[in-house]
């Protein structure tokens, strides 16, 4: 059997409940690779529309100490699912190829989905009909209700990353890309798979150890609204999974740091965003405003962590200073200089001038040449109003 998933790569990213598994995971993505066709010829290419996200997930779950692999089938769509990319909040309706891995170790949670039970009730329900399908359902239910009703929650344990950091054939070179930018998601019920708390962070080293870190400071009290919400929901026993999520690699810091700030405010407004303070530089500078880091000092962003949480053990106060949100983000100047002080965004002169001939009847293939822009999409998306929407219709 050929290998499709590079071991190597899944190592830095995934979590141990899923590494000790990708052999399984291997053979079950083989055995349905023509169903997978255009995403695994295309690992790096944007598919848009559609009324599913381009997932392959694959998950594991264990019953009576035996081991089941499965596809199971990619996630709906939804209105009113966030969408942030690189240049902040959008509608548009493109992804590229995700790879879901999935370890299900929940037995209340696999009595459920277990197949063996799936197919003795669907052949006693041929043969016997509906009335004693469901009985020995009920009969199953009260058997497993008696030896695992007051056991604790498990939780899920999901890892989602792009398709092409998760292929032997593609994955290589990303692995010399030394910065990830993540999202830990959490919660329970209804919030599966995507839409519990999160937090969005940048690091450096590998999955394991930044999880470890993580897990000692819920463990230790942490008063960071991520370890502090982690920890309350995990001790009344509502945290029924786990979803961390690779979001990219970048060669640089700075390009890093870029994502994670323009994610962050992205997100901001989402009451399910754990984040305390800025993303990025822009975390940076808020650490330093707010004497939280000696101004001659500039941490890797491993540690920003650790300054927030020691600030938070020796302040006097109850919390971090005034949000950022009240602070920046309500501040006009500086809603602009984030929308549109990256350098792969367009400036507030192009986006004034792309919407004025607009006005004028010009269209995307008219404006861009106008304006130095030869993405037509991105003009498009300004002209319809889906993007830019922050920077006002006369320059602030």
């Known amino acids: 059997m050929a290998t499709l998933l590079d071991h190597d790569s899944l190592l830095r990213f995934a979590p141990k ?3 000790h598994h990708l052999d399984a995971f291997d053979q079950e993505l083989a055995a349905h690779q023509s169903d997978f066709h255009a995403f695994l010829a295309n690992p790096f290419a944007s598919f848009r529309g559609g009324k599913i996200f381009p997932i392959i997930h694959l998950a594991g779950m264990c019953w009576d100490q035996k081991w089941t692999f499965m596809r199971l089938p990619a996630p709906l769509i939804r209105e009113g699912h966030r969408m942030v990319n690189s240049e902040g909040p959008t509608e548009e309706m493109a992804f590229q190829p995700m790879l879901r891995l999935e370890i299900i170790t929940d037995r209340k949670l696999a009595f459920v989905c277990n197949p063996s039970l799936r197919r003795e009730l669907a052949s006693i329900n041929h ?6 399908a469901l009985e020995a359902m009920e009969a199953h239910r009260r058997s497993a209700e008696e030896r695992i009703g007051s056991e604790r929650t498990s939780p899920t344990m999901i ?3 792009p398709l092409g950091l998760a292929l032997r054939s593609t994955a290589k070179h990303n692995l010399r890309r030394r910065y990830i930018l993540y999202q830990h998601i959490f919660g329970h019920g209804g919030a599966y798979p995507d839409d519990g708390y999160f937090y969005i962070g940048i690091t450096s080293r590998d999955w394991q150890r930044r999880w470890a870190e993580h ?28 979803h961390h999520k690779v979001m990219g690699v970048t060669e640089s810091l700075e390009q890093v740091q870029q994502l994670e700030e323009a994610f962050v405010a992205g997100h901001w407004s989402d009451e399910r965003l ?10 940076l500078a808020y650490l330093h405003k707010h004497r939280m880091l000696s101004r001659n000092v500039d941490i890797q962003p491993d540690d920003i962590e650790t300054a927030q949480e020691n600030w938070l053990r020796s302040s006097p106060r109850n919390g971090m200073p005034a949000p950022w949100i009240a602070e920046l983000w309500k501040d006009p100047k500086y809603a602009l200089a984030v929308i549109c002080g990256a350098s792969n965004r ?8 792309i919407r004025a001939m607009g006005q004028a009847g010009a269209t995307a293939e008219v404006i861009g040449p106008r304006v130095g822009v030869t993405n ?3 003009i498009k998306r300004v002209l319809d109003g889906r993007t830019y929407s922050r920077v006002p219709r006369n320059n602030c």
């Open 159 to 161: 890892l989602t990353m």
């Open 346 to 353: 367009l400036s507030v002169d192009q986006v004034l001038a």
């Open 274 to 283: 754990l984040n305390m303070i800025p993303g990025g530089r822009a975390g």
């Open 376 to 378: 037509l999409d991105k």
């Open 127 to 132: 043969l016997q009909g509906s009335t004693a």
């Open 17 to 19: 409940e899923i590494f």
């Open 215 to 242: 897990s000692a400071a819920i463990k230790r009290g942490s008063r960071l609204k991520f370890h502090r919400v982690f920890r309350e929901e995990e001790s009344k026993n509502r945290l029924t999974f786990v």
